[in-house]
């Protein structure tokens, strides 16, 4: 079964507005972690923003916040003020797990692609 | 800066040849991984591994193998390349226990495999 889900394969954005992409999630471990990343058309991945599952506030850097509602299973990532170089594709990504346990990947979904228009 | 680097950015390969693609982090990570990326499919995990001559199977090993002699060195193998191995390949990195413990990515490899 998919562990995380991306139901958005393409947005559409104009410059300077508020974008959220949407995640859900499936695990039963209490202990878990969401992450997104960018990747750009030149290919690196770029990590973006953390939630880890204990986590009461919603995390927030710069431009980007996740808002996180735990009991629907959902992470989305929300981009304030978008930019043109916002456009690129963006995964969620989860890792279940405690990460002092050490060797745990991530579950990557399959990804949204964002276009920021002028 | 983390760096986490990879051997070609492009590699053009025939079917049958044993292929090495090279993943090579500076940051002294315990955790390093490969990964495939299709369009539509997102990241599949192929092989991670959490110490020196340690691996696990992720999703899809089937066709991969890989080596782990060295903390910082994690090499993916394709023993005999086939022509559905052609993708992106991305080598990835992290801390075993410092929460986020994000993965760091390097640039990826394309591989084709004629």
């Known amino acids: 079964a998919q562990k995380i889900t991306q139901t958005q394969p393409g947005m559409f954005v104009q410059e300077k507005e508020a974008v959220t992409l949407d995640c859900t999630y499936d695990?039963?471990?209490?202990?878990?972690?969401l992450f997104w990343y960018k990747q750009p058309s030149s290919g690196e991945m770029i990590f973006l923003i953390y939630?880890?599952?204990?986590?009461?506030q919603n995390a927030t850097e710069g431009r980007y916040s996740l808002n996180f509602q735990k009991a629907r299973k959902s992470a989305n990532l929300v981009i304030s003020a978008s930019q043109l170089g916002d456009s690129a594709m963006y995964f969620c990504?989860?890792?279940?797990?405690?990460?002092?346990?050490?060797?745990?990947?991530?579950?990557f979904g399959k990804g949204t692609s964002l276009l920021v228009t002028p | 800066d983390v760096k986490v680097t990879q051997s070609s950015r492009y590699l053009v390969k025939r079917t049958g040849e044993k292929v090495f693609l090279e993943c090579v982090q500076d940051?002294?990570?315990?955790?390093m991984f490969w990964y495939r990326q299709d369009p539509g499919l997102g990241l599949r995990l192929i092989y991670f591994s959490y110490d020196v001559k340690m691996k696990e199977k992720g999703d899809i090993p089937e066709g991969y193998s890989v080596s782990r002699e060295k903390k910082e060195r994690f090499s993916l193998i394709l023993e005999s390349a086939s022509t559905n191995q052609t993708s992106m390949y991305l080598c990835a990195s992290s801390f075993a226990s410092a929460a986020p413990n994000e993965q760091f990515f390097g640039p990826g490899t394309r591989l084709t495999v004629l």
């Open positions: 990504a989860m890792r279940e797990g405690s990460p002092s346990l050490g060797g745990y990947a991530l579950n």
């Open positions: 940051m002294d990570h315990e955790n």
């Open positions: 939630q880890g599952s204990y986590d009461e």
């Open positions: 695990t039963s471990d209490q202990s878990y972690g």
